[in-house]
């Protein structure tokens, strides 16, 4: 039987909760010996957005989105220290456009047998939920998907490795 | 990302008393400038009046969101102001700016940056919470409304 956890695709957003994530889909790549992909995505969508409510201007959304690119380096290149950290070594996935979009995209051409992504963040409203990218990301990827909570606990584990 | 984690009963003035957008921006700095060490005024005041310069960050409906990147803070901070009377901000309805919120950062902290802005942006709309805010005549009762927001009760 082939390792039914052959490819899993983390997705990061820099928040604490993504590098949570990380650190439970590190443990388990190497407890399964899995393939370990970890993707971050700049979101054009919300620049675009905010460049048409007029609180950005042109020149300053594409100032922002050379900053979120930046960040999302910043944080992949901390994700590859932490797998190097525990002997692994993975794939790093940067991207612009819609988050969700890309993510759904990303686990299809990977054919990723499981996404891990961080905890969903807190919406304000009903309507809002159907907008928050985790969300989004849940809905749209065809592969299962693990919503990683309980930071301290990982976090031990982590460490413990 | 929360924004009660980076807005106390300390980082809101309740009585802008600027009545144009040149002074209500150098009290917005210097509140933050107060409440933020390292934080010089001056430095501050610079980099949003060239952000401003750019283009009014006056919205529609009494809010405004001016911002800007700058080194001189530590991270981002965000000063809410609020002027009973009203200021021209060049606004994009052409009606006077009552609210406002201030929002700095650091060039390496664009991603909360643009977060903070997305969910301010998003707030304003909510049915009854810009006058629950301009209503507010204590801090406390706007962090309290933002907090309500942020935990799903409005």
Redesign the interface.
């Known amino acids: 039987m082939s390792n039914p956890l052959g490819t899993v695709l983390l997705y990061i957003?820099?928040?604490e909760s993504s590098i949570t994530a990380a650190q439970l889909a590190i443990a388990m790549a190497k407890a399964y010996g899995c393939s370990l992909r970890a993707m971050y995505v700049v979101?054009e969508n919300?620049?675009a957005?905010?460049l048409k409510?007029?609180?950005f201007?042109q020149?300053?959304k594409m100032?922002?989105e050379r900053?979120?690119e930046e960040?999302g380096k910043r944080y992949l290149n901390y994700i590859v220290k932490l797998a190097d950290r525990k002997g692994l070594q993975i794939e790093t996935i940067l991207r612009k456009g819609v988050v969700h979009e890309e993510v759904a995209r990303e686990a299809e051409d990977c054919a990723a047998d499981l996404l891990v992504q961080g905890e969903l963040g807190?919406?304000?409203?009903l309507r809002?939920s159907f907008y928050e990218e985790g969300e989004r990301i849940l809905r749209k990827v065809k592969c299962p998907v693990m919503v990683v909570r309980g930071a301290d606990r990982i976090e031990r584990m982590f460490d413990d490795l | 990302m929360r924004l009660t984690d980076y807005i106390g009963p300390e980082h809101i003035k309740l009585d802008l008393e600027g009545t144009d957008k040149q002074e209500v921006i150098e009290e917005l700095v210097e509140h933050m400038s107060e409440h933020c060490s390292r934080c010089d005024a001056d430095t501050l005041f610079e980099a949003v009046m060239n952000r401003e310069r750019d283009g009014s960050t006056g919205l529609e409906k009494g809010i405004a969101i001016p911002h800007a990147k700058c080194d001189a803070v530590d991270k981002l901070r965000i000063v809410v102001g609020i002027s009973k009377e009203g200021v021209d901000f060049e606004a994009q309805d052409g009606q006077p700016s009552h609210l406002f919120f201030l929002m700095i950062a650091p060039t390496t902290e664009s991603g909360p940056h643009v977060q903070a802005i997305a969910k301010i942006v998003k707030m304003i709309k909510i049915d009854g919470f810009r006058e629950k805010l301009l209503k507010a005549e204590r801090p406390e009762q706007i962090i309290e409304a933002i907090e309500r927001v942020e935990n799903g009760e409005q």
Do not use: I, P, R
């Not at chain 1, 807190?122 to 409203?125: C, D, F, N, P």
């Open positions: 957003d820099g928040s979101n919300l620049l957005e905010l409510a007029k609180v201007v020149m300053e100032d922002y900053d979120l960040d807190e919406v304000l409203s809002d």
